[in-house]
């Protein structure tokens, strides 16, 4: 009988069973339990390394980002904004800005003007023309506001844009002006100052009492209006050359001083003196002082000395239908039997200013101008009781009067060479001024007799009212007449400013005698022209207009 082997418990563990039992069974069993397990846990590795490897590979393609923590910005105080008042600027302004440390003079190389591209000669040829070795004022500094072209050909942009900073600069090179002119105009701004008064004024007589150099400079002459008349020349020589009571420059105290005593002249009504030869150049100078800073301070007083002008311009007696139908200026009161053209010229700058400025009615009384400028250049260009015909093309002459009647149609003129009452000079200006462009027959035949007449020769001679009008006038005709102009005037003015000398040091002589010189009234008027003459390259902007001649 057979004897089969005992059921075992599968759960029994084999190392409990008799060694004669378990070890057969142990061994195969093993083998191919190990076996399985070692597949299972190859294939098991397999898989975590194959994972493994391809993190890698991942976070070697994808470099970690760091993440970098910045400070916040810091927190900008908001400056309180300037108030536009002519208060006075405090004590550290002033020790900057208005100080005896803006006399000394540094080098002339440093400003670093571009030569001189349109004088007919080499300077070489000149006694002295470079003018004063010293530095000019070359910050970027002026007025902020009003743009506004005055020229031939102008419309309405641009008329204060070129005097401060670069456009300084670059105006200077760009129509014949030069470090000897540049350096003269500062030189004369410096005397000026020197010489303004305590309550901000340029009076013709006690103006040297203000200067602390000697010798002392002679005095002038104390006629009508001469006080008022010489504050705004100087305020214009400054305003000229972009320096306004604002914005910080070297002369900004002197400007502010010279505006209030402006301010302080003018009467309730708004006139500055009594005639209309000082009220508009003193007007003139707040129109401007107004255009290039919009201080709101100066508006009021400015409307108030505009509608002076305008009221006091004659009614033209052929037009009373119309609502504003006028004239020129007399002295006072506006007569049309006397339409004065030394008068009215200054009041045609004074109104182009006033338009610049964004002031009241102005164009209204530069509309009825044009009809004074047609009118009384036809009548003195007639030919008759040796008048000059007129002429029939841009290459002839023609001329235009002192006064003229539009009742008559008679006019005041001296035809020739630094004549009195030969006033193309004037006519010219205002031709300009209302809008004739170069080419105009009234434009080029009114330059060619200037250049022709009142060309200044020599300083015994030189006739500043007519040199300041000209210089004016041909700046903006350009072209060859401008060229010629500058040539001849520009060194002849630089080379006869004294140098030197105490108190006369920057200033230009008055010469007895010579009517229309300023002789009468003294030494800061024929400073202040000489001063304007060579600041033209950048106090009006020159407007292109058809060919130039």
């Not at 493994?52 to 309180?80: C, D």
């Not at 020349?233 to 972009?242: D, K, N």
């Not at 002789?519 to 020159?542: H, K």
Request: net charge negative; glycine share 12%.
């Amino acid at each position: 009988m057979s004897t089969k082997p005992p059921v075992t418990d599968p759960d029994q563990d084999l190392a409990e069973l008799p060694e004669d039992q378990g070890a057969p069974e142990r061994t195969g069993q093993g083998w191919l339990g190990w076996l399985i397990s070692g597949t299972v846990h190859g294939a098991v590795l397999a898989i975590f390394g194959f994972a493994v490897w391809q993190t890698v590979v991942v976070e070697e393609e994808t470099p970690p980002v760091r993440i970098a923590t910045l400070p916040p910005p810091p927190v900008e105080v908001e400056k309180p904004k300037e108030q536009r008042t002519l208060d006075k600027p405090t004590d550290a302004v002033l020790t900057t800005v208005d100080s005896p440390v803006a006399d000394v003079p540094n080098p002339i190389a440093n400003l670093d003007l571009p030569v001189d591209v349109t004088s007919s000669e080499d300077e070489s040829d000149s006694p002295d023309p470079k003018g004063r070795e010293e530095a000019v004022a070359n910050s970027e500094m002026g007025g902020m506001g009003a743009f506004m072209a005055i020229g031939a050909g102008g419309g309405s942009a641009g008329m204060y844009g070129k005097r401060s900073g670069g456009g300084r600069k670059r105006a200077v090179g760009q129509y014949g002006g030069s470090r000897g002119s540049e350096s003269a105009v500062e030189a004369g701004l410096r005397w000026l100052r020197r010489h303004q008064g305590p309550d901000g004024s340029w009076d013709p007589v006690t103006y040297p009492n203000n200067c602390q150099e000697n010798p002392k400079c002679e005095p002038g002459e104390n006629m009508g209006g001469a006080r008022e008349a010489l504050t705004g020349y100087a305020l214009l020589c400054f305003l000229g050359a972009g320096y306004d009571h604002k914005v910080q420059n070297p002369y900004r105290a002197t400007v502010r001083r010279g505006i209030e005593a402006l301010l302080a002249m003018q009467k309730a009504n708004g006139v500055i003196g009594n005639r209309n030869y000082e009220h508009p150049v003193a007007a003139m100078a707040l129109f401007e002082a107004y255009g290039m800073t919009q201080d709101p301070e100066l508006r009021e007083p400015s409307e108030r000395a505009l509608q002076i002008i305008l009221d006091r311009q004659a009614v033209d007696p052929q037009a009373r239908d119309s609502a504003y139908a006028r004239l020129a200026w007399d002295y006072v009161a506006g007569k049309p039997e006397r339409n004065d053209s030394s008068v009215s010229g200054w009041n045609v700058m004074a109104l182009k200013s006033a338009v610049g400025a964004g002031l009241g009615e102005a164009q209204k009384g530069l509309d009825g101008a044009k009809v004074w400028l047609d009118r009384a250049w036809k009548a003195t260009n007639d030919g008759r009781e040796g008048r000059l015909p007129m002429p029939t093309d841009p290459y002839g002459e023609s001329t235009f009067p002192y006064t003229w009647n539009a009742l008559t149609n008679a006019v005041k003129v001296d035809v020739g060479s630094n004549k009195n009452h030969d006033l193309a000079c004037v006519g010219m200006v205002c031709a300009v001024f209302l809008g004739r462009d170069a080419g105009d027959l009234m434009l080029e035949t009114l330059a060619n007799h200037a250049m022709k007449h009142q060309k200044p020769i020599s300083w015994e001679t030189y006739n500043s009212y007519y040199t300041y009008y000209n210089t004016l006038g041909m700046f903006q005709v350009g072209g060859d007449k401008w060229k010629t102009w500058n040539g001849a005037v520009r060194d002849f003015i630089v080379n006869a400013q004294r140098k030197g000398d105490g108190c006369f040091d920057g200033s230009w002589d008055p010469h007895r005698g010579v009517q229309w010189h300023g002789s009468e009234v003294g030494r800061v008027l024929s400073t202040c022209y000489a001063i304007l003459n060579l600041e033209v390259y950048y106090r009006y902007d020159q407007v292109a207009g058809p060919r130039r001649r």
